[in-house]
């Protein structure tokens, strides 16, 4: 990864269920077969708090990042070797977790994506920091589902090496409801 200069990475991701994930596929395929009669497990992390405060889902090798409407979402991935300072002006929502890649494959996709239909970001192996923000934007220019209810964001992914873990924050809560 450049110094300077984060590498960018966009896509338009079918945000089914309102939601789409980032993951080590494998890491997290191997955990959820180790916990696939866990019953503790909230699918895909999400939580009462996650679902209504932090907006992100957090599991092993995984976050699953809420979306405010179950469409196409615009995506920029911005992959930095330092973290990079927060914008929280621009921003309604933004919160940090950690996530373990330990293949150093990033793969995002949405729910309805068959398997194979992943965009793969390969990164060094090893524990990242994930910064989601959530900036009001317009639909994005084609595909998207003018009768879906929920307002359109831009999910800003910044994402850096971190040697040691750290909680899960929100930054800066959205002040609305988020999906509608």
């Known amino acids: 990864m450049p110094s300077s200069a984060p590498d960018r990475h966009r896509f338009t991701v079918l945000a089914d269920h309102g939601q789409f994930y980032l993951q080590d596929l494998d890491a997290h395929g191997v955990w959820m077969r180790s916990h696939a009669e866990d019953d503790l497990s909230a699918p895909a992390g999400w939580t009462e708090e996650a679902v209504y405060v932090h907006r992100i889902g957090v599991q092993p090798h995984s976050i699953a990042v809420g979306t405010a409407r179950s469409d196409l979402v615009d995506t920029t ?73 929920g307002d359109h964001f831009r999910y800003r992914i910044d994402i850096w090496p971190t040697g040691s873990p750290s909680v899960l924050a929100v930054l800066k809560q959205g002040y609305r409801l988020w999906a509608g």
């Not at 330990?102 to 729910?111: I, K, N, S």
């Not at 992943?118 to 060094?124: D, F, G, K, L, P």
């Open 77 to 149: 991935l911005l992959l930095y070797s330092t973290a990079p300072i927060a914008d929280l002006e621009e921003a309604d929502h933004v919160v940090e977790a950690d996530i373990e890649l330990p293949t150093g494959d990033l793969a995002v996709y949405g729910p309805a994506d068959d398997p194979g239909q992943e965009r793969h970001v390969t990164v060094a192996a090893g524990r990242y920091r994930v910064r989601v923000s959530y900036l009001p934007s317009a639909p994005p220019a084609s595909g998207h589902n003018d009768s879906e209810l």
